[in-house]
């Protein structure tokens, strides 16, 4: 048994890893065949990913994927920690599952994800919820087939939690999602230690792949016909400092645009590490689509500071000025939270100014949500929720007002659009276009899903644009 501790994850001394290849454990290939599992997975793209390594890992075992979880055998759980909302949906899921298991006793269930490098929920599972038969964290997911094994052969709960990092597994086996889209992780874990936020002590510190290994990936996707990937890591701007002397982000998304892949997007940017060079190659190729998500956080620099944010107002303008100058017709979205302990209304107006400068194409609001362990859980919080939820509607008010703005622009314009496929409630087929925008069109010929087609758009809404097909 391990189980979480802060202090260790926590910890920002010099951790030393290897790159390893993953292996599977020939002697459990197939040994679950015939039975069948539900998987849900709440939280981010890299939650979403890591899915689809479990998901492989899974049916290795021989396990088969239910879209219904009354028809499982093994329930698991990829969860999220970073607001108390994601935190009571898996534990509400989880009071589900309990009263399923006491009609079904031979149900087993587990949970992962970054809840479970939390101490304190842990500790809750191991008091509380006895019929968890496994848990396991973020730092062992290829190690799911054994720790499934065990848990189901003893018969007894078993949590497998390391605290730090371990090694970097390359080859660990995928099944995706998609067949036109892919997630290529660049980047695990953060060190930036934003005061508000645990993903530092849920993923670790951060670790690059190698150039080569990433490469390689991208090659293999090319060969089965993808269209689109995306780059992944908490700060992706980050890349390859910890690695090398002189490879980052920008030589890294040069090698690939080099390739012959049609789109390529990289998420999440933090606005610290964003270098002039990194842009310059991001308006160069025609193959990096021009969408920025460049999270802001607050307007307001005492906020900023509070918050470990390491740029001012100012230098985050200047920021995003240069990258819409250098690169054209670029979309750039945003994250805000409202409600930071000790946020005046004049701390929130600078946001609101900030937005109104801005004008982003899209933005993800939240109200500030204690977490366990930050340094922000300490500081004296008088803001009512009242008026923090208030201050989310004024905000979300303006931001939609641009959301709307930025679309129009598009009328009568024509763009390329990704298609994804047909959606149920419109009959029109729907995709992405470059600057990421939701696009439902009609088409008066069959379309191939993974395609990507030129589209005049007819009208905007706030979240989505409506278009015909041009032939
Ligand atoms: N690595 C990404 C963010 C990942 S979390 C980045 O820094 O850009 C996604 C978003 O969740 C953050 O940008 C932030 O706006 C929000 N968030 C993180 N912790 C939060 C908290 N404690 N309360 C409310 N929102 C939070
Ligand atoms: Fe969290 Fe900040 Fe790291 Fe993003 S950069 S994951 S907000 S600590
Ligand atoms: Fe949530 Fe972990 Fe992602 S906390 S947002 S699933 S890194």
Redesign the pocket.
Known sequence: MNIPNYVEAKSTDKRSYKRVDFEFDKKIKNKYRGKKFFLKTYG?QMNEHDSENIEALLEYLGFEKVSDYYDADLILLNTCS??ENAHNKAFGMLGRIKHLKSEKKNLIVGLCGCMAQEASVVDEIMRDYRFVNFVFGTHNLHELPNILDKAITEDKQEIEVFSREGDLVEGVPVVRANSYKAYVNIIYG?N?F?T????PYTRGRERSRLKEDILKEVDELIEDSYKEITLLG??VNAYGKDIYEDYTLGNLLEDIAKKDIPRIRFM???PWDFTDSMIEVIGKYPNIMPSV?L?V?SGSNRILKLMGRRYTKESYLELFDKIKKIVPGCAIST???VGFPGETEEDFKETLDLVEKCKYDNA?T??????DG?P?CKLEDKVSMEEKEERLQRLNEVVNKYFLENNKKLENKEVLVLVEGVSEKKKMYFGYSETNKLINFSASKNLEVGSIVKVKITSAKTWSLDGVLVE
Not at 196 to 199: L, S
């Open positions: 981010c970073i607001r953060c930036k934003c508000y936020c645990i993903v908490q700060n999440t940017s933090h998500h999270p956080q994250d805000i939270i993800f939240f109200i500030f949500s204690k977490r930050t922000a």
